[in-house]
């Protein structure tokens, strides 16, 4: 071998050193602290083990990134592992709320607002419950700290350091707890989950300001993918009962009374439009108005719907309901009483994602030629198989 093949095997093998030490540096030492722009040391956020099992990411025992390829080593590592930033945003109440997400610690003091979190897929999040948060099931297993929004218990709840609390707006007048939870610095979500802005007649139905408020808290919980799937599910109902409305006149629409907790107690919001029929206190001038017996057999409504509380869905107690209406002396010759078209609708049915249900119901009562082919409990079956896995037992409507 002359001294020119030596010397150029020689120069190789110097490179290849070269090379592998360069690797070896630039794969596998890291800096000894990552600074910001101002020389800041910045702390990768906690992972929840949760937060992977709902979302695909690697649990936290496991390599973030690959260390064999050059763009993995680039990748910020926030990025990866679900990086915290602050978000302002309006809640249902017009308030600014300011939040960190994704949230990982949640109190909820709403059955409606509970559902719809855990449809989103953050019931693994929810470390506290008001006492009517019992579905899905699994749910009873979280400790309560409320009776619910008006009755929450202050000390317990700050006790468990929330992220966020969600809550419908009888919070709001509790001024004490209220006062007390917003001066803890903990952010509170405060909507009604039933019914879009009360008035008489608008074109966004309860199905619309749900799937509306389900995309707003997946924005604060994570959960995009669940909240786009259940409004593509919803909306095919919305769409399907808006179209068959479309061009019904006044003239076609029934008279109906609505009424809720107490006889003639009744409340103004577009649901009876967007059912079909005619509100007879619509024209009223105060959100829940109180109506005379004389006013009602006056209006003589061809559906009467009243509301009901039933937590433990017993078929008794829409029985006992249904039959004092319809013994009602004062109402003997109103349309309603005379031809049966009295129903008793439980709460639930107007409320989060169980909302498209009572929406078909409503519709079905009020226009029942138009809707003979719709099943609202086959829906309501779907939506809890789909989104909880479970079956739904127990008496929400009569007959």
Request: aromatic fraction near 8%; proline fraction near 8%; hydrophobic fraction near 40%.
């Amino acid at each position: 071998m002359d001294k020119t093949t030596v010397a150029a095997i020689t120069i190789l093998l110097i490179l290849v050193a070269v090379a592998a030490s360069l690797a070896v540096h630039y794969f596998y030492i890291q800096p000894e602290e990552e600074t910001g722009e101002l020389g800041v040391e910045h702390e990768s956020p906690p992972v929840s083990s949760h937060a992977n099992e709902s979302t695909g990411e690697k649990p936290p025992n496991q390599p973030l990134i690959n260390i064999s390829s050059p763009q993995s080593i680039n990748m910020p590592i926030l990025q990866e592992m679900g990086e915290l930033r602050t978000i302002t945003l309006l809640d249902n109440a017009g308030r600014n709320i300011t939040v960190t997400v994704p949230v990982q610690r949640i109190v909820v003091l709403n059955n409606g607002l509970t559902e719809m979190l855990c449809a989103l897929g953050a019931q693994n999040k929810i470390i506290g419950r008001d006492a009517t948060s019992t579905m899905p099931p699994s749910i009873r297993s979280v400790p309560v700290v409320a009776e619910n929004s008006y009755q929450p218990n202050v000390e317990v709840i700050l006790e468990l350091k929330p992220d966020i609390i969600f809550a419908d707006s009888m919070l709001v007048y509790n001024k004490v707890a209220m006062q007390q939870l917003e001066s803890a610095g903990v952010p509170i979500f405060i909507s009604d989950p039933t019914d879009p802005t009360p008035t008489p007649r608008s074109n966004i139905t309860v199905v619309d300001f749900t799937c509306s408020l389900l995309m707003k808290m997946a924005v604060i919980v994570g959960g995009e993918e669940k909240a786009e799937e259940y409004t593509q599910f919803a909306q095919h109902y919305n769409n399907l009962v808006k179209q068959r409305l479309a061009n019904l006149p006044d003239c076609k629409r029934p008279k109906v009374m609505w009424e809720w907790y107490r006889p003639y107690y009744t409340f103004i919001s577009p649901a009876i439009y967007h059912a079909g029929g005619v509100n007879i206190a619509e024209n009223m001038t105060v959100y829940a108005p109180i109506m005379s017996p004389e006013f009602v057999v006056e209006q003589n409504p061809q559906v009467i719907i009243r509301m009901i509380s039933s937590p433990s869905h017993d078929l008794k107690e829409f029985k006992e309901l249904w039959n004092e209406i319809m013994n009602r002396p004062e109402l003997q010759n109103v349309d309603a009483i005379k031809k049966g078209r009295v129903y008793i609708c439980d709460w639930k049915l107007r409320n989060g994602i169980c909302s498209v249900v009572g929406y078909l119901y409503f519709a079905k009562w009020v226009q029942p030629e138009l809707f003979e082919d719709v099943d609202p409990a086959k829906v309501m079956a779907e939506i809890y198989q789909r989104f909880f896995g479970v079956h739904v037992e127990g008496t929400f409507v009569y007959p």
